[in-house]
């Protein structure tokens, strides 16, 4: 049970990264505790975050949450139903309602320290098309669906599309995703290893791993090394994309078909 707490406590960092958005929150929660008088407000502000935090680290409730056969590193998702901004944006409101400028000062101050300057974060890019994703992700996704007709394909896109894909389809799926390149996660993979990891890619080595997580498609930026053509390796070449190259493994498509046959006969 030790184990267990202790995994609940390294899900919480992950989740807030023990960043100064806790300068805003842990304020507000105790602001909001002395002045707040509606039962209601105290309830949905006080009562439930309390209440939830205390069943999130709870280490019976760790182990029910994976025994029903949920992965831990979603854990933290737990925490999403405490309102931690409406609970600082309602004490923040408060206080500049109370103290006039000096509150709007003081709030403010806090909101600016807390934050960080995002737009220049390598996973913004200026809105292409109504979606405010990669045309190049929009094009990938939808030629894959022109010529395969399954919910559901696995990929392994290159990390310039990795944070977009899933946005515009949900049944695209991927051996890992953006957490990967979040270096607070620490997270590993055998595939992200073999993909990302190597200058060049050693091309067998890599398939040879992606086929242990039913990858049928490859998207592989043209300006990535490669020990040897894919081709070679034992891809076939299908299209280039924006400069991404789209290869598919008729090992996994000849494994999907058999898979397709079984259960239609």
């Known amino acids: 049970m030790k184990e267990l707490f202790f995994d609940c406590l390294r899900a919480l960092k992950n989740y807030t990264g023990l960043r100064p958005f806790f300068a805003l929150v842990i304020p507000a929660f105790v602001y909001l505790f002395l002045k707040e008088k509606n039962r209601s407000l105290r ?23 994976e025994m029903t056969g949920l992965d831990r590193d979603t854990y933290y998702r737990i925490l999403w139903i405490i309102p931690f901004g409406l609970m600082a944006v309602y004490a923040a ?19 600016v320290l807390s934050g960080r300057f995002i737009y220049t974060s390598p ?27 399954h919910q559901r394909i696995t990929v392994l896109p290159s990390s310039s599309i990795i944070t977009s ?13 953006r957490d990967m ?10 595939v992200y290893d073999a993909f990302e990891k190597k200058s060049p890619i050693e091309m067998e080595e890599l398939i040879e791993v992606s086929r242990e997580y039913e990858v049928q498609y490859y998207i592989i930026y043209e300006a990535l090394l490669t020990d040897m053509d894919p081709e070679e ?26 898979i397709d046959r079984y259960y239609r006969n």
């Open 123 to 149: 996973i913004l890019y200026p809105s292409e098309n109504i979606y405010g994703l990669p045309q190049c992700t929009l094009d990938i996704v939808d030629y894959l669906r022109s010529i395969d007709d």
């Open 181 to 190: 390149f979040n270096p607070i996660l620490n997270y590993t993979h055998p």
């Open 43 to 65: 309830a949905v502000f006080l009562y439930m975050p309390l209440i939830t935090g205390a069943v999130f680290l709870c280490p019976l409730t760790l182990k029910i949450y």
């Open 165 to 177: 894909i899933r946005q515009y389809d949900a049944d695209i799926l991927m051996p890992y995703g």
């Open 233 to 258: 390796a034992g891809l076939t070449y299908l299209t280039t994309i924006d400069d991404h190259r789209i290869y598919v493994d008729p090992v996994m498509t000849e494994r999907i078909a058999e």
């Open 93 to 111: 409101v408060r206080v500049m309602g109370k103290y006039k400028i000096a509150g709007v000062i003081i709030a403010s101050a806090l909101m």
